[in-house]
T-cell receptor, first 113, second 111 residues
Framework: DAGVIQSPRHEVTEMGQEVTLRCKPI?????LFWYRQTMMRGLELLIY????????DSGMPEDRFSAKMPNASFSTLKIQPSEPRDSAVYFC???????????FGDGTRLSIL | KQEVTQIPAALSVPEGENLVLNCSFT??????LQWFRQDPGKGLTSLLL?????REQTSGRLNASLDKSSGRSTLYIAASQPGDSATYLC??????????FGKGTRLSVIA
C-alpha cells in the first residue's frame, strides 16, 4: 500500500500566484481530509469529502481557497491569489470510514513570499 | 465548541524512563479519541484509537487510557527509547464530525 501521496512536497512562490496542491488517497478509502498546520494554530481541518462529495468546508479560510475531488483517487486544494499568511504545511488524509483511523500524507510545505 | 489541550508542550526524558503524556478535552460527548505521532517533516501516524465505550488500548510499549466523564486521556510510554522522540498529538471526534486536534507534546528521549 503506497499510502496517501501528496505533491509537491515543497512549494515556494510569490504572493498573488495561484497554488495547486494535489493528493492521492489510499485506494478504497471513502473519506478525504485537507488540513493546514502552523506553529501558532496547530492542525486545522479545512474541508473533508465523503465519496467525492464535499461535506464540510467551514474550515476553509476564505474564498481564495477551493478544493475539488473529481474522482475517488484524486483531490486538489487551490489557493488563488496566494498571500504570505497562507504559508504553512498542508496535509491530506484519508480513512476507510468516519470512525476509522485517518492516514496522513507527508504534507506540502508552502511558502508564499 | 470542543477544545483539546495537551500538557506539557515539550518534554525531555532520559532513555529507559516511563512517561505519561496528557490530553484534556472540554466536551465529554465524544465518539472516539486518537493518539498520533508526528516526526519532523512528516505526516501523522495513528498510534491508538479508543472508542467512547472503551477505557484503554494497548500497542506494544504504548498504553492509552480514556476517562470520558473527566474529559481526560493519557498516553503511557514504557521504557522510552531515543526512537520515540517525536511530537505526539491527541485528537477527539465529537460525534459524527471530524477530528479536533490538540497542539501536541514534543518529546525528546535522551540517550
Amino acid at each position: 500500500d503506497a499510502g496517501v501521496i501528496q505533491s509537491p512536497r515543497h512549494e515556494v512562490t510569490e504572493m498573488g500566484q495561484e497554488v495547486t496542491l494535489r493528493c492521492k488517497p489510499i485506494s478504497g478509502h471513502d473519506y478525504l481530509f485537507w488540513y493546514r498546520q502552523t506553529m501558532m494554530r496547530g492542525l486545522e481541518l479545512l474541508i473533508y469529502f465523503n465519496n467525492n462529495v464535499p461535506i464540510d468546508d467551514s474550515g476553509m479560510p476564505e474564498d481564495r481557497f477551493s478544493a475539488k475531488m473529481p474522482n475517488a483517487s484524486f483531490s486538489t486544494l487551490k489557493i488563488q491569489p496566494s498571500e504570505p499568511r497562507d504559508s504553512a504545511v498542508y496535509f491530506c488524509a484519508s480513512s476507510l470510514s468516519g470512525d476509522q483511523p485517518q492516514h496522513f500524507g507527508d504534507g506540502t510545505r508552502l511558502s508564499i513570499l | 465548541k470542543q477544545e483539546v489541550t495537551q500538557i506539557p508542550a515539550a518534554l525531555s526524558v532520559p532513555e529507559g524512563e516511563n512517561l505519561v503524556l496528557n490530553c484534556s478535552f472540554t466536551d465529554s460527548a465524544i465518539y472516539n479519541l486518537q493518539w498520533f505521532r508526528q516526526d519532523p517533516g512528516k505526516g501523522l501516524t495513528s498510534l491508538l484509537l479508543i472508542q467512547s465505550s472503551q477505557r484503554e488500548q494497548t500497542s506494544g510499549r504504548l498504553n492509552a487510557s480514556l476517562d470520558k466523564s473527566s474529559g481526560r486521556s493519557t498516553l503511557y510510554i514504557a521504557a522510552s527509547q531515543p526512537g520515540d522522540s517525536a511530537t505526539y498529538l491527541c485528537a477527539v471526534r465529537p460525534g459524527n464530525t471530524p477530528l479536533v486536534f490538540g497542539k501536541g507534546t514534543r518529546l525528546s528521549v535522551i540517550a
